[in-house]
């Protein structure tokens, strides 16, 4: 399934969407986002068959890192850039790919989130990936 075939189911969204404003919140959007992502032809190999995430390790380490970056949470503390540099030796990425992972990650916010953490995280996540492929590239 491409970023563009993806078609939210209708009704699905609720008018009154939550923010991104606690830790259930995140771990709902993370769940979501991989969800979505993991169905992908182009990414779903690179988490899958590359970087051989285990999810049930994988998300809630994904869930500490945007507490961290949304809420101030400190239960984060791995060094992000090296595990993708790590995960680049492996196969390299492209911008493609990082455009890829972006438009996943706003689209997946825009229809289930609404609000201040919610648009900040999507400047966040541009901001990544903007650094991940200038670094990696």
Known sequence: MSVAEWKPAEGSASPGKPDLDSR???EDFVQRFYA???????????FVHVAEIDLDVHLPHIVNY??????G?????RHTMNIHRRLNARRTLHSSDFARWLEFFTTTADFHFAGEHTERAKRIAATIAANMEKSLG
């Open 36 to 46: 979505r992502m993991l169905r992908d032809e182009v990414l779903a190999p690179i």
């Open 24 to 26: 259930a919140h995140i």
């Open 73 to 77: 949470e400190q239960h984060y503390q």
């Open 66 to 71: 945007w507490c961290k970056l949304l809420l």
